[in-house]
């Protein structure tokens, strides 16, 4: 079992910055890679960026230059620095970790913080 607790939301206004944290406890042997998604009233949960194990990572095409993942999963930790923020980006940011153990699959989620840029 994986437990994934956020941490960083809150308000701020366009332009600003953020950064949200990732803490991760459990069987961590099992997690390859970790990433943060978001889900706006109204839209479905989208995949915002992505890292893996060996450190290589990953941003949606719709945060590139603006967003920054980075941590270490052997270290329990994983961060978004959001920069440039706007309007558009006010969300609940949740954390991701799929697990594969005996061909079996899972994907934990921490329970979300709340992302509010004001215009």
């Known amino acids: 079992q994986v437990q994934l607790v956020e941490s960083g939301g809150g308000l701020a206004q366009s332009g600003g910055s953020l950064r949200l944290s990732c803490a991760a406890s459990?069987?961590?042997?099992?997690?390859?890679?970790m990433g943060w998604y978001r889900q706006a009233p109204g839209n479905q949960r989208e995949l915002v960026a992505t890292?893996?194990?060996?450190?290589?990572?990953s941003v949606a095409a719709s945060v590139k230059g603006r967003f920054t993942i980075s941590g270490d999963i052997a270290k329990n930790t994983v961060y978004l620095q959001m920069n440039s923020l706007k309007p558009e980006d006010t969300a609940v940011y949740y954390c991701?970790?799929?697990?594969?153990?005996?061909?079996?699959?899972?994907?934990?989620w921490g329970q979300g913080t709340q992302v509010t840029v004001s215009s």
């Open positions: 459990g069987s961590l042997s099992t997690i390859n890679a």
């Open positions: 991701n970790a799929p697990s594969s153990v005996r061909g079996w699959h899972y994907d934990y």
């Open positions: 890292i893996t194990r060996a450190g290589s990572s």
